[in-house]
């Protein structure tokens, strides 16, 4: 399955495939608790099988030549001067992470890099996390390195921070360098503290729908949302001094406090991240069981909450959601990843899949005029090297 790359490997950069080595690193799907991870929160992430494939081969100067298997052109960098090279179009997350792995005082050489990118762009699946650790798994190895996954992950998300210019969570690169098969990964974001939360999913399979509408949630309604929750925990602190984030109430304690939140908007906001919060910790409850039912209610609960409290959702999603919500043998539906476009995820029973892409499919473009793209994926591994 990876001849195709090693041909283009050796046509773009020479030599045989004897020191070619490849690595993966998978996409993820947030299965509940979104717009948490920066309020101090549980989230409860699997690692998808898309996946982004890179073929690697050292270098022995300080050049970075990358490929990517959509485009016609071969970047060139410097090793020691990455910070000039911030604004390419395409590279720049791969970039990032060589920057930031030297930011942390690890010592590469150059390296020759196809590749090819599974997980679909702008669909909210974490494409860019993906591409970060499947780079920092391969400057690791060709250079000889023993760095934890986690602290992998940390090193991607730093890049994003750092070189990119994006303040995104922890979340995406952990799932994709933590990924295990048939789990889910319940993930503490004040900690990292994680455990593995068995998907007992039986006859039910994962459908993630594309809408095809290009997230657009821009850095400032980001940002707006993100001062929305600081100033509710400002107002919360007035009557509980010591709170650290708003996930750190429980839903009890919020109800008890609400009115000291004095924007209307900021209560709305405060609400769904501790209710949010709330449902992750019991969705590890009952996925531990085995009770996919319930699961399913969390999940309806959790997309109203974003579509009317935290109001993230957009028409698109919600029309998928509710077609989802009409088929047979559909547990639960709900929006995923940040909002404004992107994707939902459905479980679904493996017999009604069909018919349930199909059906969802007609009624999304027949309201909507855009086709949507359907993934059935399976709960697979993060990221590591192929040998």
Known sequence: MYEHLIEKFIRTYGGSEDDIRIFESPGRVNLIGEHIDYNGGYVLPAALSMKTTVLARKRHDKFIRMLATDLDYVIQAEMDRLEYFKDYKWGNYQLGVAWQMQQFGYKLSGCEMIFEDKVPLGSGLSSSAAIEVATAIALTALNDLEIPMTELAIIGQKAEHNYVGVNCGIMDQFASAMGKKDNAIMLDCKTLEYRYIPLQSK?????????????????????????????????????????????????????????????????????????????????????????????????????????????????????????????????????????????????????????????????????????????????????????
């Open 203 to 387: 006859e039910y399979k994962i459908v993630i729908g594309n809408t095809r509408k290009k997230r657009s949630l821009g850095e400032s309604a980001y940002n707006q949302r993100r001062n929305e929750c600081e100033q509710a925990l400002m107002d919360i602190r007035t009557v509980i001094p010591g709170i650290e984030w708003l996930c750190d109430l429980t839903p009890k304690q919020l109800d008890k406090n609400i009115n000291v939140i004095r924007d209307e908007t900021c209560r709305k906001r405060a609400v769904h991240v501790v209710y949010e919060n709330n449902r992750v910790l019991k969705s590890a409850d009952v996925l531990t069981s085995g009770d996919l039912d319930e699961f399913g209610k969390l999940m309806i609960e959790s997309h109203e909450s974003l579509r009317d409290l935290y109001e993230v959702s957009c028409r698109e999603l919600d029309i998928m959601v509710e077609a989802a919500l009409e088929q047979k043998g559909v547990l639960g539906s709900r929006m995923t990843g940040a909002g404004f476009g992107g994707c939902t995820v459905s479980f679904v029973k493996e017999s009604e899949i069909e018919s349930f892409m199909k059906n969802v499919g007609k009624i999304y473009t027949e309201k909507t005029g855009i086709t949507p793209e359907f993934y059935v994926s399976e709960i697979s591994n993060g990221g590591r090297e192929i040998t």
